[in-house]
T-cell receptor
Framework: GENVEQHPSTLSVQEGDSAVIKCTYS??????FPWYKQELGKRPQLIID?????GEKKDQRIAVTLNKTAKHFSLHITETQPEDSAVYFC????????????FGQGTELSVKP | DGGITQSPKYLFRKEGQNVTLSCEQN?????MYWYRQDPGQGLRLIYY???????QKGDIAEGYSVSREKKESFPLTVTSAQKNPTAFYLC????????????FGPGTRLTVT
């Protein structure tokens, strides 16, 4: 089955710097790749997603890139702010699997003022 | 906020007891999911259901059971056979197709002693 690996497990940046989190997936049939943000003790919330027919997607300070050949996708956060501090999860899913998501292990991002 | 709710927020049980976690959604979503989250780990899929009266095992179904008698409800029972039940349990719902957002409930933190 699908396996998603996420790196790094922890990331510390200074406010205003950029942060990059990378994920690789194993099944080339995966075609949907969301990113979730989870603040301490709260529910995960979708921040951006990308489908396999697109190479890059941006939403203000957040962007995701997808390399289908290499089977990896990345989250880019520019001009980081303290409120960006949270755990970020990548995930992958396939069209014929009922929408179920396979998650990476998570990255704890800390943005220092 | 509405959408998808879980109750209770915190649950304490003695070892050997079965316990049922509630999950309700009013989003008219066909698919519902149960995940388990342990510290420092990603979300692992326990069970999912694409339609009423049908459900499939996820990656870690052993020691758990579910039912899907109504579209709005997907309760999870943690049985005494689950060897390490203490965890944060998250329920989610979606349209059931890959490429559509999963909406998460606020979670139930279960502690078994």
């Amino acid at each position: 089955g699908e396996n998603v690996e996420q790196h790094p497990s922890t990331l510390s940046v200074q406010e205003g710097d950029s942060a990059v989190i990378k994920c690789t997936y194993s099944d080339s049939a995966s075609n949907y790749f969301p990113w979730y943000k989870q603040e301490l003790g709260k529910r995960p919330q979708l921040i951006i997603d990308i489908r396999s027919n697109v190479g890059e997607k941006k939403d203000q300070r957040i962007a995701v890139t997808l390399n289908k050949t290499a089977k990896h996708f990345s989250l880019h956060i520019t001009e980081t702010q303290p409120e960006d501090s949270a755990v970020y999860f990548c995930a992958a899913s396939m069209y014929n699997q009922g929408g179920k998501l396979i998650f990476g292990q998570g990255t704890e991002l800390s943005v220092k003022p | 906020d509405g959408g998808i709710t879980q109750s209770p927020k915190y649950l304490f049980r003695k070892e050997g007891q079965n316990v049922t976690l509630s999950c309700e959604q009013n989003l008219n979503h066909d698919a519902m999911y149960w995940y388990r989250q342990d510290p420092g780990q990603g979300l692992r899929l326990i069970y999912y259901s694409q339609i009423v009266n049908d459900f499939q095992k996820g990656d870690i179904a052993e020691g758990y059971s579910v039912s899907r008698e109504k579209k709005e409800s997907f309760p999870l029972t943690v049985t005494s056979a689950q060897k390490n039940p203490t965890a944060f349990y998250l329920c989610a719902s979606s349209s059931g197709l890959a490429g559509y957002e999963q909406y998460f409930g606020p979670g139930t933190r279960l502690t078994v002693t």
